[in-house]
């Protein structure tokens, strides 16, 4: 049986690139793949495209919160005869459904889903799509990165101008070294005191 693997980590950690050799090791294999991105990434022009920062870069088809992922791959079986993967960057802006509709792409139709994206946002809170990727995934793998301490990075931080942190904004904004950093949970909670207001009862 396909599974839906969820491979999450904090900034920076080299997501798309594994995403992308993931779909290259596929190819090379002579199995079919899709790629899915972000509509709402437009740093790259009107095409979406999942780009790693180490210069690897392939299109994508782009997803909004509309986008029926199980749908567009039942129909992409009829020309598709050995489409074997489906890969989704960013995952972080999927919706409770579309999660789900991912584990039908997983069991119903036997084809294996691999995720990549955050855990949690700037201020420490769950991303809807993780969330239940977190909760209904087959297989859950961290990539790991490090803080500039040199401790594991598990936690974001949004970068102001300035460099100061951001405590307060969007859940939702696109960016990538010059807008977010990695750090530890000890490094984090220096800059952004979110976690120890709810700690002591401030904020829920």
Known sequence: ????????????????????????????????????????????????????RIGLKQEAIPFDREFDFYEY????????????????????????????????????????????GLRTDFLGEPFEGSKYLLAWAHELVEIKTICNCGSKATMNIRIREGGEAATEGEQIQVGGNESYVSQCMKCYKKKVPVLQNIAKGILV
């Open 1 to 52: 049986m396909a599974k839906l693997y969820f491979y999450y980590s904090a900034m920076n950690a080299g997501k798309s690139t594994t995403l992308l050799q993931a779909s290259y090791n596929y190819h090379e294999r002579g199995m079919q793949t899709l790629l899915f991105g972000p509509k709402i990434d437009q740093r790259f022009g009107s095409t979406t495209l999942i780009y790693s």
């Open 73 to 116: 791959t039942k129909e992409k079986l009829e020309t598709m005869e050995n489409l074997r993967c489906v890969l989704v960057d960013e995952v972080n802006f999927l919706t409770k459904a579309q999660v789900a509709q991912l584990t039908e792409i997983a069991t119903d139709l036997d084809i294996a889903v691999l995720c990549y």
